[in-house]
């Protein structure tokens, strides 16, 4: 299903957005979109002009481009949980053809990117009090935020000029074509004992998500069906423990937050952790962490096989059964779990 934001419906939005403005000053663009029942992208688009300017479609190009920008943040979220890594885009590896092309990126920044779901991307420049806010930032097909790359201090503005002049798109009008995806199908029950078994005999994490297409299963009832073993639900403010403890104790951990287009991951240790009303915080400089714990429905401590051991994880779920964040111990492959990080798991 697809709807079209022509000028009429623009000018009409530009309004409403300019008077909840008007009302609330502070309120951020994706919460504004909330209020106004449209998409961040309908918002932005009502400022299409010299300072919000479409991006061609070459998406693994324009991501590559990247390296050039020197130190950015890179900001990726879901409606529950919000990661921001201050860095370079130091190595970007792009995998397969389109429409299934995906992007590993390696570094200070880290990311797992999936473009089938990219759909719209922009180059914004924003005044602000604190001066010229410099961004590139890309939206699915429904015209939600994927992936925000931020220009610092430090940032090469000669070569954001030169992204924007080599991808800038050809159309330049306000008119935006969204797209509602399908919403999948799963199975309602499985067979429970050949799933069971090939759980204990997963080689690697990731033939998790192998077993998860082959049963048509949605990855929280796989967790709610297997054996307590293999995965049980605890408190679902648990994200606290792993970070307060994580901090105390100098313990390296690893943080993934995604959603269709992009996974952002974090590896290391966290320092500052900060409670704000609803808001669970990692406040450190080159890592932030935003997760609104009034999002969460459910928490999971999850063990899967690997060859090198048990691998074990805390993952988030919201209301509508999607993953907020997800949470392990730092290990590289060949190496078993860090012990402290398997105890702290299992006393959840």
């Known amino acids: 299903m697809e709807s079209t934001l022509n000028q009429t419906s ?6 409403a957005w300019d008077a909840l403005k008007a009302e609330q000053p502070h309120l951020r663009i994706r919460d504004a979109a909330k209020a106004l029942e449209v998409s961040e992208l309908e918002l932005l688009a009502t400022g299409m002009g010299p300072n919000i300017i479409r991006l061609k479609a070459d998406w693994s190009e324009i991501l590559l481009s990247c390296k050039e920008l ?4 890179a900001l990726t979220r879901n409606d529950g949980c919000v990661l921001e890594h201050k860095g370079n885009f130091q190595k970007i590896s792009v995998h ?7 992007a590993t990126v390696i570094g200070p920044i880290e990311q797992r990117v999936f473009f089938q779901n990219w759909a ?7 005044e602000t009090p604190r001066g010229s806010m410099k961004s590139l930032q890309f939206f699915d097909g429904e015209g939600v935020a994927v992936l925000k790359i931020y220009l610092q201090e ?27 995806y399908d919403k999948p199908e799963y199975a309602q029950e499985i067979d429970m004992q050949a799933f069971t078994a090939e759980w204990e005999q997963m080689k690697d994490t990731h ?40 901090a105390a104790e100098k313990m390296a951990i690893m943080v993934f937050v995604g959603n269709r287009g992009n996974i952002q991951i974090h590896q290391g240790k966290v320092r500052t952790i900060r409670q704000m ?14 997760l609104n714990e009034d999002c969460i429905h459910s928490a999971w401590v999850v063990h899967k096989h690997t060859e090198d051991g048990l691998v074990s994880s805390l993952e988030l779920f919201d209301s509508d059964r999607e ?14 779990q860090n012990e402290r990080w398997k105890s702290l798991i299992d006393d959840l």
């Open 10 to 15: 623009n000018t009409m939005l530009k309004a």
């Open 70 to 73: 020197g130190k950015v943040m």
């Open 96 to 102: 397969g053809t389109a429409p299934r092309q995906m």
């Open 120 to 126: 719209h991307g922009f180059a914004v420049i924003q």
């Open 154 to 180: 430090k940032s090469n503005l000669d070569a954001f000029s030169r992204l924007i002049q080599q991808f800038e798109h050809s159309d330049q009008s306000a008119e935006i074509e969204l797209t509602t």
């Open 207 to 246: 033939d998790f998500f192998g077993m998860l297409r082959k049963y048509k299963v949605h990855r929280l009832d796989a967790i709610k069906w297997i054996d307590d073993k293999w995965a049980r639900e605890v408190d679902r403010l648990s994200a606290r423990r792993i970070l307060e403890v994580a």
């Open 277 to 290: 009303g609803n808001w669970l915080n990692v406040m450190d400089p080159d890592f932030n962490m935003h």
């Open 323 to 336: 993953m907020i964040a997800q949470f392990f111990g730092l290990r590289k492959p060949g190496l078993p």
